[in-house]
């Protein structure tokens, strides 16, 4: 049973530069979170994504932004990186966007390393 | 605003003896969820054990346990037993019950050790 996956595991980008990262959810799953866990912090919510449209969305500029595909698997965009940005970029599944009713599914995460 | 609170930064159990984790969380909200997520080195959050506001009984998984105070917004994950997989850090969340705010509110995080 494949759980969350979470592509690449790492990944490093210079100031300046934009960069996406994926995930596919787990099977059965429709619903796709995106947190940022900066290092030594607990993970903040970033957006959440159901039938292919953003439903919420946490204190973020725009330079985040997403996309959900018919398949529900997703991507997180983010433009114009800054050095702030570096961190652990975790993904999360769930039946539903009344996600902590059904339950998350988490990913091991995408390392990003802004330099 | 929601605010989840570990005031713990790291804590320390010796293997088979009995660990307390805290957590405090502020809300003006009835009904919601409080969760504890451990994510050892592997990085993947794995839910530990969940609390419904709304039940007074205080959850239990195996050799896990929560102290829910609901007045005092005390959330405190008691681990017995502990094993050398425990090891890792434990994650306090909040998430408002309902419709579809299904965001996670989480801690800073409790980094647990287990000595052999």
């Known amino acids: 049973d494949a759980g969350v996956t979470q592509s690449p595991t790492h990944l490093i980008k210079t100031r300046g530069q934009q960069v996406t990262l994926r995930c596919s959810p787990k099977?059965?799953?429709?619903?796709v979170s995106w947190y940022q866990q900066a290092l030594g912090q607990g993970p903040q919510f970033i957006f959440q994504?159901?039938?292919?449209?953003?439903?919420q969305r946490g204190n973020f500029p725009d330079r985040f932004s997403g996309h959900q595909f018919p398949n529900y698997s997703s991507e997180l965009n983010v433009n114009a990186l800054l050095l702030g940005d570096s961190a652990l970029y975790l993904c999360?599944?769930?039946?539903?966007?009344?996600?902590?009713?059904?339950?998350?599914?988490f990913g091991s995460g995408t390392r990003l390393t802004v330099v | 605003a929601q605010t989840v609170t570990q005031s713990q930064p790291e804590m320390s159990v010796q293997e088979a003896e009995t660990v307390t984790l805290s957590c405090t969380y502020d809300?003006?909200?009835?009904?919601?969820?409080l969760f504890w997520y451990k994510q050892p080195p592997s990085r993947q959050m794995i839910l530990v054990i969940r609390?419904?506001?709304?039940?007074?009984q205080n959850a239990t998984e195996n050799r896990f346990s929560v102290n829910f105070q609901k007045a005092a917004k005390s959330f405190s994950l008691k681990i017995s037993d502990s094993q050398l997989g425990d090891a890792a850090m434990y994650f306090c969340?909040?998430?408002?019950?309902?419709?579809?705010?299904?965001?996670?509110?989480f801690g800073k995080g409790t980094k647990l050790s287990v000595k052999p």
């Open positions: 099977s059965g799953h429709d619903t």
């Open positions: 969340a909040y998430s408002q019950y309902g419709g579809s705010q299904g965001n996670l509110i």
């Open positions: 809300t003006s909200e009835s009904d919601y969820y």
């Open positions: 999360a599944s769930s039946l539903g966007p009344a996600s902590s009713i059904s339950g998350n599914t």
């Open positions: 609390q419904e506001a709304y039940k007074q």
């Open positions: 994504y159901y039938e292919e449209e953003e439903r």
